[in-house]
């Protein structure tokens, strides 16, 4: 028997970079480092928002990915950081909608609310944490 097999290949959008690219050019957060890398010489007190893939699956019966993704923000001080972070917190809300890179995202939801969280590693830095699951169909 001969025949040919089709084969599909799912590309997936990067989950990170989508998020930064959203948030990095919104009026909220301007004067923030909005990337998925701290900038170089960072100490944790200048006002930023470092976006982290932490986890998530792909569900197939879905056809969606969930990504998992971690907002850390970073502020001079304890009410800036908490202030920047209820900003990124309001826009990630409005990702749903949102295309990009051959997908669209379908849904936001949030994990956990931003929560104080010092960063040892950076003890002059002020650091909220907050986790959300987006939901991404390839198109």
């Known amino acids: 028997m001969t025949g040919s097999v089709h084969v599909s290949i799912l590309t997936f959008p990067d989950a990170e970079r989508l998020v930064v690219d959203f948030l990095k050019n919104r009026a909220e957060l301007t004067g923030s480092v909005v990337d998925n890398k701290p900038p170089a010489g960072f100490d944790g007190t200048q006002k930023a928002v470092l976006v982290s893939r932490v986890g998530g699956a792909w ?12 907002l850390e ?10 202030g920047i972070s209820l900003a ?3 826009c990630v809300l409005e990702l749903t909608g949102t295309s990009y890179g051959g997908a669209v995202v379908t849904d936001v939801a949030e994990a956990d609310g931003p929560r104080w969280l010092p960063d040892y590693n950076r003890p002059a830095g002020n650091r ?3 986790t959300v699951r987006i939901s991404i169909r390839p198109e």
């Open 59 to 70: 569900v197939d019966d879905r056809h969606l990915d969930q990504p998992l993704l971690d």
């Open 73 to 82: 923000v970073y502020g001079p001080d304890k009410s800036t950081a908490h």
């Open 88 to 90: 990124a917190r309001a």
């Open 128 to 130: 909220y944490l907050s």
